[in-house]
């Protein structure tokens, strides 16, 4: 002889059904978002535009271009520290983007891992 479960306990498994459902969801579209991210450029610049880089979403550095006027053999350091700068910046806008997207998919929840 099988118990039956009390009605409101159908009612949970049906919850769980539907909260599993919601979670897989979430994890399609979380997917999606982070091949869309990686499939972007992401631009930024330092020394009022002397030094551009561009990196993919994937944190990859795709491109860097350098005026020829901020070339100074007598200052390495700071054509260096231009570079620096710029790629910080692209890879900062990588992650801003990432965290303000996902953010959208979650609901502002943290699921660490993720991103």
Request: proline share 3%; hydrophobic share 40%; charged share 25%.
């Amino acid at each position: 002889m099988r118990a039956r479960l009390p009605k409101q306990n159908q009612g949970g498994a049906q919850n769980m059904n539907a909260m599993i459902r919601q979670a897989q969801k979430m994890q399609d579209e979380i997917s999606e978002l982070q091949e869309d991210i990686e499939s972007r450029d992401f631009t930024a610049t330092a020394g009022g535009g002397a030094v551009s880089v561009t990196v993919t979403g994937k944190k990859t550095v795709k491109a860097l271009e350098i005026k020829p006027e901020v070339v100074d053999p007598e200052d390495i350091e700071m054509l260096q520290d231009l570079i620096i700068s710029a790629v910080n910046e692209a890879v900062n806008q990588v992650e801003a983007t990432t965290e303000s997207e996902m953010s959208k998919i979650t609901g502002g929840v943290s699921l660490p891992g993720l991103f």
